[in-house]
């Protein structure tokens, strides 16, 4: 019987010899489990995020993860570019029900320094390498009248009401819809009505519609800019004798910019026209608009507050020369849910010039991100 110190032996020179036959035959041998490097950002995605999210960042398969919740595509750059890094800050710090999702997305505040989850957080910006989508950095809050350079998907409710001399109001239903990497349709049906009879009476109805497409011509996320360029048509729906529409087509050239500033603040720029096809009807139209605002935040990953400063101008050019307007609207966005995809902005239009021939307005909106889920998720 062979001793174990002969049993050793031979067990030894038997896997050598295994392993030398293998090498010869160009067998590689398998390498042993390495740590993921913790100080690179791919280390702390390997070792944080990669079992769910998978190396590539396409998603684990569900049986593998044990649960039946869809894992999202970050090679997808319609998913991956919309949010700013503080969202995806936020939902790996605090974990899925921060912002409304489910607990399957676990908290990393306690694993991970913050440091870490930047890190993770870089990596995955790596997945979608299509420069032509702006960053979610870039889609600063929406002002009541001043459009964003940012491309979305949106449902808008704005509806602004005369507080002084005849009654009147407009309702205004904006829908955008962004396709390809930088492009956005955007469609607009206003409800108006007036109380433009001597007896108290009111004419209401749809006004003009609004069809527009938008482009996104600039941006860079890291300097903190972008610029777009925007065509539309106003067609004359709206009963023009009621006062409801215009009576005529309207061209609607303008551009947009957006520009981030130190502390959370942000300032937003449009400029454009209204050419009338009918100038007996309509007049052509000149007009700028300008915002500067800061966003707060109800500690530290909580509700997001806007108090923004609007400053718009017009000149229209008529028969008898140009006449020119201005106005400042203080107003303030607020996000109503969990998800923040949801937000109202509530906002006061004072007349600047001829005052006392121009009404104030209070005008309000409330915003639908729907790209971000139902109306009623995340809250």
């Known amino acids: 019987?062979?001793?174990?110190?002969?049993?050793?032996?031979?067990?030894?020179?038997?896997?050598?010899?295994?392993?030398?036959?293998?090498?010869?035959?160009?067998?590689?041998?398998?390498?042993?489990?390495?740590?993921?490097?913790?100080?690179?950002?791919?280390?702390?995605?390997?070792?944080?995020?990669a079992a769910c999210h998978a190396a590539d960042g396409r998603g684990s398969p569900l049986e593998r993860v044990?649960?039946?919740?869809?894992?999202?595509?970050?090679?997808?750059?319609?998913?991956?570019?919309?949010?700013?890094?503080?969202?995806?800050?936020?939902?790996?710090?605090?974990?899925?029900?921060?912002r409304g999702f489910a607990d399957n997305m676990p908290a990393f505040g306690e694993a991970l320094t913050e440091e870490q989850i930047a890190m993770a957080i870089e990596h995955i910006r790596t997945f979608c390498d299509d420069r032509a989508w702006a960053r979610g950095e870039l889609n600063f809050p929406r002002a009541i009248s001043t459009e964003k350079a940012f491309p979305e998907d949106e449902l808008?409710?704005?509806?602004?009401?005369?507080?002084?001399?005849?009654?009147?109001?407009?309702?205004?239903?904006?829908?955008e819809r962004r396709f390809g990497a930088a492009n956005q349709l955007e469609i607009k049906v206003p409800i108006v009505g007036r109380e433009n009879d001597p007896n108290?009476?009111?004419?209401?109805?749809?006004?003009?519609?609004?069809?527009?497409?938008?482009?996104?011509?600039?941006?860079?996320?890291?300097?903190?800019?972008?610029?777009?360029v925007t065509g539309a048509v106003l067609v004359p729906v709206g009963d023009h004798e009621k006062g409801l529409g215009k009576g005529t087509a309207l061209f609607e050239p303008f551009v947009t910019a957006g520009f981030r500033l130190p502390r959370d603040s942000f300032f937003q720029l449009m400029v454009g026209g209204e050419l009338s096809t009918d100038t007996d009807?309509?007049?052509?139209?000149?007009?700028?608009?300008?915002?500067?605002?800061?966003?707060?935040?109800?500690?530290?990953?909580?509700?997001?507050?806007s108090p923004m400063l609007e400053i718009l101008g017009a000149t229209e050019f008529g028969h008898d020369g140009a006449e020119s307007?201005?106005?400042?609207?203080?107003?303030?966005?607020?996000?109503?849910n969990t998800r923040q995809h949801i937000m109202a902005n509530f906002g006061v239009r004072f007349p600047v010039t001829e005052a006392a021939h121009r009404n104030t307005q209070v005008l309000f909106y409330l915003l639908w991100e729907w790209f971000d889920g139902g109306f009623l998720d995340g809250w």
């Open 200 to 228: 108290g009476g009111w004419n209401a109805g749809v006004g003009d519609i609004e069809l527009g497409v938008k482009r996104v011509l600039i941006q860079n996320p890291n300097a903190g800019y972008i610029l777009s």
């Open 281 to 305: 009807k309509a007049d052509h139209e000149a007009f700028y608009r300008a915002v500067v605002g800061k966003t707060f935040t109800s500690g530290r990953f909580g509700r997001s507050w």
């Open 325 to 336: 307007q201005l106005d400042l609207m203080p107003e303030i966005q607020v996000s109503l």
């Open 1 to 49: 019987m062979l001793t174990f110190a002969r049993f050793l032996l031979v067990a030894i020179l038997t896997g050598l010899f295994v392993s030398i036959t293998l090498i010869s035959a160009g067998v590689p041998l398998a390498e042993p489990a390495r740590t993921p490097d913790l100080s690179t950002p791919e280390g702390v995605y390997t070792a944080a995020c």
């Open 156 to 175: 808008l409710l704005t509806t602004k009401i005369a507080v002084e001399g005849d009654g009147a109001f407009v309702q205004n239903v904006l829908y």
């Open 66 to 98: 044990g649960f039946d919740i869809p894992l999202p595509d970050f090679s997808n750059c319609s998913f991956a570019t919309r949010e700013p890094d503080g969202d995806w800050f936020s939902i790996a710090h605090q974990g899925g029900p921060v």
